[in-house]
């Protein structure tokens, strides 16, 4: 099995551009998609970026998802932070024998 | 429009048992897997079970709940079920259903249900 750690919070400035890093312990990051989730207070979560890099419809260009197999992590990217983006984000993956993997959860603050 | 709406949870003593369901619609459900995600107050999102499609025999656990946990689903009443013995206090949680995204795939979620909570206190 594998292990998704992502730091605890990062902060920024409105208008600003945030990145949120996503490190897997034990195998390939690029063995299996990641997807990313956005979860406000006291909501449910939803889906950001699925295998990888793809958005919903629905969500803007601003939100964007990559994988860099030299840190062997996955990134999410925000630009032109708003307010309303202050969240946690948890990255998702899945392993061999379809078991589902998160990440610790990041919370965003934009200051 | 795709709909997740769970019922059962509420509060039980250490080593009891509870029921969630979740009521789906607005997609053919018996193509697709339904997972069960928990998180414990202010923490993070915790990954359950998991049904595939079809007649629902490929179930997967996480190994906190293996053996005391079983998930199953009903494809003529569109409902997946979780079924939770030997509760412990760590299993205090909202437990969210969530639908993935292509049929026969386990890979990543589309739909939520609205949360139900389950404490488990003495």
């Known amino acids: 099995n594998f292990m998704l750690t992502q730091p605890h919070s990062v902060s920024e400035s409105p208008g600003e551009t945030v990145t949120i890093s996503c490190t897997r312990s034990?195998?390939?990051?690029?063995?299996?998609?990641v997807q990313w989730y956005q979860q406000r207070p006291g909501s449910v979560p939803t889906t950001l970026i699925y295998e990888d890099h793809q958005r919903p419809s629905g969500v803007p260009g601003r939100f964007s998802g990559s994988i860099d197999s030299s840190s062997n992590s996955a990134s999410l990217t925000i630009s032109g932070l708003q307010t309303e983006d202050e969240a946690d984000y948890y990255c998702q993956s899945y392993d061999s024998t379809n078991h589902v993997v998160f990440g610790g959860g990041t919370k965003l603050t934009v200051l | 429009e795709v709909q997740l709406l769970q019922s059962g949870g509420g509060s039980v003593q250490p080593g009891g048992s509870l029921r969630l369901s979740c009521a789906t619609s607005?997609?053919?459900?018996?193509?697709?897997?339904i997972s069960w995600v928990r998180q414990a107050p202010g923490k993070g999102l915790e990954w359950v079970a998991s049904?595939?499609?079809?007649?629902?025999?490929?179930?997967y656990y996480a190994d906190s709940v293996k053996g005391r946990f079983t998930i199953s689903r009903d494809n003529s009443k569109n409902t997946v079920d979780l079924r939770m013995t030997s509760l412990r206090a760590e299993d205090t949680a909202l437990y969210y259903c969530a639908k993935f995204h292509t049929d026969g795939s386990f890979r990543h979620f589309d739909y939520w249900g609205q949360g139900t909570r389950v404490t488990v206190s003495s």
């Open positions: 034990g195998g390939s990051i690029a063995s299996n998609y």
């Open positions: 607005g997609f053919t459900f018996s193509r697709f897997a």
């Open positions: 049904i595939g499609g079809g007649l629902g025999r490929t179930t």
